[in-house]
Antibody
């Protein structure tokens, strides 16, 4: 069955960076965009961007351009999201989720990872 | 870009219907038929309920339905059940293959 399994919780100091992984299973990794969405405590969902695992092409939300990097390793069906220069308000649960490439739809995020809690604290 | 506008909360009794609105602009909801709706229970990942304004993924009950008029999309939950108590989020294509979420609506049954 389709699964997106994320890495465990992280604690970082302000100014540091964090890299979260998302391992895909149960489907062809390169057939689906991998999106990253975050949710601060008690807040709503915020879209960060996507990576096309086939080409490696990325598309970041304007807010995150210059400080987020999304990569992938197709040999192990794993996507990564790295966020630099962390601030306390980057503390959030970070989710990976997928949508089908070339489906004619956009935003149909049908499977989600379990989420990774990132805490930024001095 | 600002988040899409949703009411903070709606409520209804079991068996009733509730409708959640999601208001955007001509640059997102108004321009694209790529509106999705998600349900999120506390401590859980979101679940896709509706995509492309009106389509339901397999396994989602037909009690959940979506529509759109102009810059506002709507999610209607019919035959409200206790398990429908959750947070609901809309999203829309916002141009250049970017996504924008709504602020979320808490549904109380």
């Amino acid at each position: 069955q389709v699964q997106l399994v994320q890495s465990g919780a992280e604690v970082r100091k302000p100014g540091a960076s964090v890299k979260v992984s998302c391992k895909a299973a149960g489907y062809t990794f390169t057939d689906y965009y991998l999106h990253w969405v975050r949710q601060a405590p008690g807040q709503g969902l915020e879209w960060m961007g996507w990576i096309n695992p086939n080409s490696g092409g990325t598309n970041y939300a304007q807010k995150f351009r210059g400080w987020v990097t999304m990569t992938r390793d197709t040999s192990i069906s794993t996507a990564y999201m790295e966020l630099d220069r962390l601030k306390s308000d980057d503390s959030a649960v970070y989710y990976c989720t997928r949508s089908e490439v070339g489906s004619g739809s956009f935003g149909d995020l049908d499977y989600w990872g379990q989420g990774t809690l990132v805490t930024v604290s001095s | 870009q600002s988040a899409l506008t949703q009411p903070r909360s709606v409520s209804g009794s079991p068996g009733q219907s509730v409708t959640i609105s999601c208001t955007g602009t001509s640059g997102d909801v108004g321009d694209y038929d790529y509106v999705s709706w998600f349900q999120q229970h506390p401590g859980k990942a979101p679940k896709l309920l509706i995509y492309d304004v009106t389509k339901r993924p397999s396994g989602v009950p037909d009690r959940f339905s979506g529509s759109k008029s102009g810059n506002t999309a709507s999610l209607t939950i019919s035959g409200l059940q206790a398990d429908d108590e959750a947070d609901y989020y809309c999203s829309s294509h916002a141009g250049s293959y970017t996504l924008l979420f709504g602020g979320g609506t808490k549904v109380t049954v």
